[in-house]
């Protein structure tokens, strides 16, 4: 069992962690997206932001869901693999390891900040659930009034598409479901491969060990037999251990050896120190280095990141005024100044992410709460509150930032579309995840009650959903 980490370390790798996990996202986006997320379209894309046309069902941020899923289920601990794939052969020493795919030996099983960072930070910040809702489950397909492209004051998509929408919802659950299955599955087999190298490990150190006693034993045979005995046994062809005295007579002339010095045999001695040696730890006197190092690099992560978007935000200032006039003007062909300020909101992104992340963790604990409700005769321990909640408040974020763009398209600076955009993307996006969304799914689809797991992911989806409608759905469709 991990000890609960300080927060100040908990928070040091939560931070880090959530800001790698948003630009990741981005990163992603732009690599499937790239050519529709141009103010004029040109190319083709894999996914298209539903925010700007009607794409079909492969929202923009559905290769980054998948990805962080499968991320998560390769970081999954022992106990997890076993109760996620109760028919799997895992090995039992497996079920003790944080991270199923490390030996158990390493300092890095233990550092519960690093896991917490991880799993939590990255994967959670990697994927999204209120840029999905919004996306394909709101504003286009069902509003059928969407967003200019970032920074211009081009029309939005027009008109809904119910069947797509649909798609749309359908692969968003499916796709990270398939992917937390494959990262788990890929972590079995990765504990399962660690297992047979060091099986084969302790079967080459045993043996040696066996041959270094067995050689031992040979050289105290030839050191207690008589050099008449040992002549005699090499001229008839036996070996030195058959001309040795008789065991009891050596132990004996051991026992009381000239020199009034008890003896220790050589062998005994070897069989003795391996054991003592095996049972060390190999890690144990360097598991602090490896944890301030792992917590060093945490630090240096959220130094350079923060330093960067802060010098690129400082920069983009002074370009700002030029890109609002170039965003005007009628041209097929964006000016630099209006290029850049298209990535502005990354780094607006980049910064408000460790914010949501936070909020995310410290709502986690409301998971527990429903359990103990005896609201409507109780059974509400399916209700997973606390990242219900998360999802809900980022959802809502969104749909308030993004009703803004709308009615205000083409009235506000590039500076506060980009403060807008990087709410969205940044402490929206890793407020809500995606990632421990459906590792929720997955233990509740394995209870005894496996109908749970369908009212959780209903209750989510249609809760967010509604929420758009509202929110996003009354600006845009009274917009004149």
Same mark, same amino acid.
């Given at each position: 069992?991990?000890?609960?980490?300080?927060?100040?370390?908990?928070?040091?790798?939560?931070?880090?962690?959530?800001?790698?996990?948003?630009?990741?996202?981005?990163?992603?986006?732009?690599?499937?997206?790239?050519?529709?997320?141009?103010?004029?379209?040109?190319?083709?894309?894999?996914?298209?932001?539903?925010? $700007?046309?009607?794409?079909?069902?492969?929202?923009?941020?559905?290769?980054?869901?998948?990805?962080?899923?499968?991320?998560?289920?390769?970081?999954?601990?022992?106990?997890?693999?076993?109760?996620?794939?109760?028919?799997?052969?895992?090995?039992?020493?497996?079920?003790?390891?944080?991270? $199923?795919?490390?030996? /158990?030996?390493?300092?890095?099983?233990?550092?519960?900040?690093?896991?917490?960072?991880?799993?939590?930070?990255?994967?959670? @910040?990697?994927?999204?659930?209120?840029?999905?809702?919004?996306?394909?489950?709101?504003?286009?397909?069902?509003?059928?009034?969407? &967003?200019?492209?970032?920074?211009?004051?081009?029309?939005?998509?027009?008109?809904?598409?119910?069947?797509?929408?649909?798609?749309?919802?359908?692969?968003?659950?499916?796709?990270?479901?398939?992917?937390?299955?494959?990262?788990?599955?890929?972590? &079995?087999?990765?504990?399962?491969?660690?297992?047979?190298?060091?099986?084969?490990?302790?079967?080459?150190?045993?043996?040696?060990?066996?041959?270094?006693?067995?050689?031992?034993?040979?050289?105290?045979?030839?050191?207690?037999?008589?050099? $008449?005995?040992?002549?005699?046994?090499?001229?008839?062809?036996?070996?030195?251990?058959?001309?040795?005295?008789?065991?009891?007579?050596?132990?004996? /002339?051991?026992?009381?050896?000239?020199?009034?010095?008890?003896?220790?045999?050589?062998?005994?001695?070897?069989?003795?120190?391996?054991?003592?040696?095996?049972?060390?730890?190999?890690?144990?006197? @360097?598991?602090?280095?490896?944890?301030?190092?792992?917590?060093?690099?945490? +630090?240096?992560? &959220?130094?350079?990141?923060?330093?960067?978007?802060?010098?690129?935000?400082?920069?983009?200032?002074?370009?700002?005024?030029?890109?609002?006039?170039?965003?005007?003007?009628?041209?097929?062909?964006? @000016?630099?100044?209006?290029?850049?300020? +298209?990535?502005?909101?990354?780094?607006?992104?980049?910064?408000?992410?460790?914010?949501?992340?936070?909020?995310?963790?410290?709502?986690?604990?409301?998971?527990?709460?429903?359990?103990?409700?005896?609201?409507?005769?109780?059974?509400?321990?399916?209700?997973?509150?606390?990242?219900?909640?998360?999802?809900?408040?980022?959802?809502?974020?969104?749909?308030?930032?993004?009703?803004?763009?709308?009615?205000?398209?083409?009235?506000?600076?590039?500076?506060?579309?980009?403060?807008?955009?990087?709410?969205?993307?940044?402490?929206?996006?890793?407020?809500?995840?995606?990632?421990?969304?459906?590792?929720?799914?997955?233990?509740?689809?394995?209870?005894?009650?496996?109908?749970?797991?369908?009212?959780?992911?209903?209750? @989510?989806?249609?809760?967010?959903?509604?929420?758009?409608?509202?929110?996003?759905?009354?600006?845009?469709?009274?917009?004149?």
């Amino acid at each position: 069992m991990l000890k609960t980490p300080p927060t100040w370390r908990a928070l040091l790798h939560l931070c880090a962690f959530a800001q790698v996990g948003v630009l990741f996202r981005l990163s992603i986006a732009k690599l499937f997206a790239g050519p529709c997320l141009a103010r004029n379209p040109q190319g083709r894309c894999v996914t298209a932001p539903a925010l $700007s046309r009607c794409s079909g069902a492969l929202f923009a941020d559905f290769p980054a869901n998948v990805v962080g899923s499968f991320i998560i289920g390769l970081l999954s601990s022992g106990s997890a693999l076993s109760a996620a794939l109760p028919t799997a052969d895992i090995h039992p020493d497996v079920g003790d390891h944080h991270l $199923s795919f490390l030996p /158990a030996d390493w300092a890095l099983q233990r550092h519960g900040a690093l896991h917490l960072g991880l799993r939590t930070g990255l994967c959670g @910040s990697l994927t999204t659930f209120s840029s999905w809702i919004l996306q394909v489950g709101v504003v286009v397909m069902m509003v059928g009034r969407g &967003l200019p492209p970032a920074g211009t004051g081009a029309a939005g998509g027009a008109g809904t598409e119910w069947v797509g929408a649909l798609w749309a919802l359908y692969l968003g659950v499916c796709g990270p479901l398939t992917a937390l299955a494959a990262g788990q599955h890929a972590a &079995l087999a990765a504990a399962a491969a660690l297992v047979a190298a060091r099986g084969a490990a302790k079967q080459l150190s045993d043996a040696a060990a066996a041959a270094a006693v067995e050689a031992a034993d040979g050289a105290e045979a030839d050191h207690h037999t008589p050099p $008449s005995a040992r002549q005699d046994a090499t001229a008839a062809g036996l070996p030195l251990a058959a001309a040795a005295p008789d065991p009891a007579a050596a132990a004996a /002339a051991a026992a009381t050896p000239p020199n009034g010095t008890a003896h220790v045999a050589i062998g005994t001695s070897a069989a003795a120190a391996a054991p003592a040696a095996a049972a060390l730890p190999p890690s144990a006197a @360097s598991a602090p280095v490896y944890r301030y190092l792992a917590d060093a690099f945490a +630090a240096a992560v &959220l130094l350079v990141l923060t330093t960067v978007s802060l010098v690129y935000l400082i920069r983009g200032d002074s370009t700002s005024a030029a890109a609002d006039v170039a965003t005007t003007l009628p041209t097929s062909i964006p @000016s630099p100044a209006a290029a850049a300020a +298209a990535y502005r909101f990354w780094w607006f992104a980049i910064l408000s992410g460790p914010a949501g992340c936070v909020l995310r963790w410290y709502l986690a604990p409301l998971n527990a709460a429903p359990a103990s409700w005896r609201l409507l005769g109780g059974g509400w321990g399916w209700l997973q509150l606390g990242t219900l909640t998360a999802n809900l408040l980022a959802c809502c974020l969104n749909f308030v930032a993004a009703a803004l763009l709308l009615r205000l398209s083409g009235r506000l600076s590039v500076t506060q579309v980009a403060v807008l955009e990087g709410l969205m993307a940044g402490a929206a996006g890793s407020l809500s995840t995606v990632s421990t969304w459906v590792v929720e799914l997955q233990k509740l689809s394995l209870s005894p009650s496996p109908s749970a797991a369908y009212k959780y992911g209903t209750v @989510s989806i249609v809760a967010a959903t509604a929420l758009g409608l509202l929110v996003y759905g009354l600006p845009a469709w009274t917009q004149p």
